[in-house]
T-cell receptor, first 113, second 113 residues
Framework: QQQVKQSPQSLIVQKGGISIINCAYE??????FPWYQQFPGKGPALLIA?????SEKKEGRFTISFNKSAKQFSLHIMDSQPGDSATYFC????????????FGSGTRLLVRP | GAVVSQHPSRVICKSGTSVKIECRSL??????MFWYRQFPKQSLMLMAT?????????EQGVEKDKFLINHASLTLSTLTVTSAHPEDSSFYIC?????????FGQGTRLTVV
């Protein structure tokens, strides 16, 4: 059972544009929602994360929007750059001691110059 | 941010042999580490949770006798792929928990020939 659904599978954006990636979850016990960036042949790197007590978090060009009632959260990349071209994964975990992450299927972002 | 190092980054082995992959937390202690497997253009699939000083917890469908995990210290977890076969070829990634965040290693590309 896929607990975190991510879309789109791939995304092409022009330089300077806004990239938007969406995720939806099923388990209401999830209380930590990170986004990871992965370049080919590398491990994922934490980009930004949010907890359900806030509806939005911004760090530089990256913003997470969180809708608890809809069980959805999204990543917005403002002023997208070619260097942002990578695969992005959303994830979710519960607040127990396991910190076990459930990953979305990933979105391959290509930012054209 | 916290640093997690994996070794080796790439390994090629012959069918039937065993391969050990190391995951180290370089600047923090980690009582919990996770091992993931990632196929090309796919998401991270959790294989097991590695707990310092106790037996690993394996996800459903993961053969514990084939994927041996040892977490002998607070900074080191190892994954040994025993009697490797070509279908075990994959990208293996570990993560370590610092406070409530997961930090990932750079991954190990295993090729079984």
């Amino acid at each position: 059972q896929q607990q975190v659904k991510q879309s789109p599978q791939s995304l092409i954006v022009q330089k300077g544009g806004i990239s938007i990636i969406n995720c939806a979850y099923e388990n209401t016990a999830f209380d930590y929602f990170p986004w990871y960036q992965q370049f080919p042949g590398k491990g994922p790197a934490l980009l930004i994360a949010i907890r359900p007590d806030v509806s939005e978090k911004k760090e530089g060009r990256f913003t997470i929007s969180f809708n608890k009632s809809a069980k959805q959260f999204s990543l917005h990349i403002m002023d997208s750059q070619p260097g942002d071209s990578a695969t992005y994964f959303c994830a979710a975990s519960m607040g127990d001691s396991s910190y076990k992450l459930i990953f979305g299927s990933g979105t391959r972002l290509l930012v054209r110059p | 941010g916290a640093v997690v190092s994996q070794h080796p980054s790439r390994v090629i082995c012959k069918s039937g042999t065993s391969v050990k992959i190391e995951c180290r937390s370089l600047d923090f202690q980690a009582t919990t580490m996770f091992w993931y497997r990632q196929f090309p253009k796919q998401s991270l699939m959790l294989m097991a949770t590695s707990n310092e000083g106790s037996k690993a917890t394996y996800e459903q469908g993961v053969e514990k006798d084939k994927f041996l995990i040892n977490h002998a210290s607070l900074t080191l977890s190892t994954l040994t792929v025993t009697s490797a076969h070509p279908e075990d070829s994959s990208f293996y990634i570990c993560s370590a928990i610092r406070y409530t965040e997961a930090f990932f290693g750079q991954g190990t590309r295993l090729t079984v020939v």
